[in-house]
Structures are given as C-alpha cells and as structure tokens.
C-alpha cells in the first residue's frame, strides 16, 4: 500500500515517553493520543512489537506474531488520522488475539496438534468487530489445548510464563503482562496497550483479546 509521506508538526508532539510508559499506558489515553495526534500509531505498533520479538523467547507468550500485516496497517491507521477520516474507539491500539478465535489467513491452531496447520478464511465475530473498531492485530496469543484448563501449555508451544514469575505455568498473565485489560466500554477480550510516547513518532503498544 502506497501511503503519502508523514508529516508531524513540532507544536502537535506531546512530552517523551519511556518504553515502559508505553507499553502500560491505557487503550483509552492511548486512543485519545492517537486522535489528537500526540501518539502515532506506527510508533506504537513498534514498541508492541518490539516487546513482544524481545520477550517471545522468555515468555513464550504468542503462537504467531504478525509484524508485517501490524506495521502495514498501522501505516494506514495514521494516514487516516492525518486525513481528517472517522476514527474508531481502538483506533490505532495493538492487540493480541487469543489463537482460539479464528483470524483469516493466520494460522489458527486451539492450542492442538490436530490443528496445527490450520489457517481460516474468515474472522471470529470478535476479530471483526476489533478490526472495526480500529485495533491492529500483532499476533496470536497462546492457549491451552481447546482452552480447556486454566495453565497454559501444550504440546505445540510448549509453556507460556508468567513476566514477573518465569517459573510460573499461567499463559493469560504472561501474555497480558506489557498488555492490559481494556475498559468496560470495550470490546470483550483483554487489551495490551503500551505507555506514551508523543505526536506522531512516539511510540505504541498493544493490546489482548
């Protein structure tokens, strides 16, 4: 997708956040940035991913981490703000997708061998409404098999840990930790958001659904 060149006026950037900022900043302050165009969606996108790339092999918290499809529309989330178009609630907010809920064209495996080379053609109910409301899907999230049990491992991934107990056998809360759960108002599902980082090339985060 060709998109024209970003342009970002000193007097629309907001303080400098950290990355830690970023990252546990809510969806709805990050959402209110975006829109006022104190944080940019790509440079959000790329903090989330990039906690996601550096955590992954401690943590083991995602089946498929989708970078490529997440900067593209990350792109496109922040021309649309630059352009004036309607914004949705999450628009701009990463997201990770639990893998029981189907994602076209990303493999969806329910935590079992018996679908481990399962890509569908159609989204979940829920990932539509995402979409719709804006969020970027960064990736799959790992689930017990069927997600039948409440410690995530299996025999396709292996475990998933807990960020602040390694040791610890619970996936949700090793995937959630630089994610949070969104409002009320929100979609269902838990979000991962990132904290602050200002105008247009600040930074992203991500969310969890």
């Known amino acids: 997708m060709d998109l024209p060149e970003r342009v970002f006026a000193p007097s629309d950037k907001a303080p400098m956040m950290t990355d830690t900022e970023l990252l546990f900043m809510s969806a709805t302050k990050a959402a209110s940035l975006i829109r006022r165009k104190k944080l940019s969606p790509v440079e959000y996108v790329d903090a989330a991913l990039s906690a996601a790339d550096r ?8 089946m498929t981490i989708t970078g490529d499809e997440a900067r593209e529309a990350a792109r496109a989330a922040e021309q649309a703000v630059m352009t004036g178009e309607p914004l949705g609630p999450l628009h701009g907010i990463p997201v990770g997708v639990k893998d029981l809920l189907p994602t076209k064209g990303v493999r969806t495996t329910l935590g079992s061998i018996a679908f481990a080379d399962h890509v569908p ?75 602050d980082r200002p105008a247009f090339p600040p930074r992203a985060a991500a969310w969890s659904a």
């Open 55 to 62: 955590l992954q092999p401690k943590l083991n918290c995602f």
């Open 121 to 195: 053609d159609r989204d979940d109910a829920l990932v539509t409404r995402l979409r719709a409301a804006g969020a970027i899907m960064i990736g799959k999230t790992t689930t017990p098999e069927f997600g039948v049990k409440g410690q995530t491992d299996g025999p396709i991934f292996g475990v998933t840990r807990n960020h602040g107990i390694p040791s610890a056998r619970r996936a949700d809360r090793a995937a959630a930790r630089p994610l949070r759960s969104p409002p009320a108002s929100a979609p269902s599902g838990s979000a991962a958001t990132a904290p």
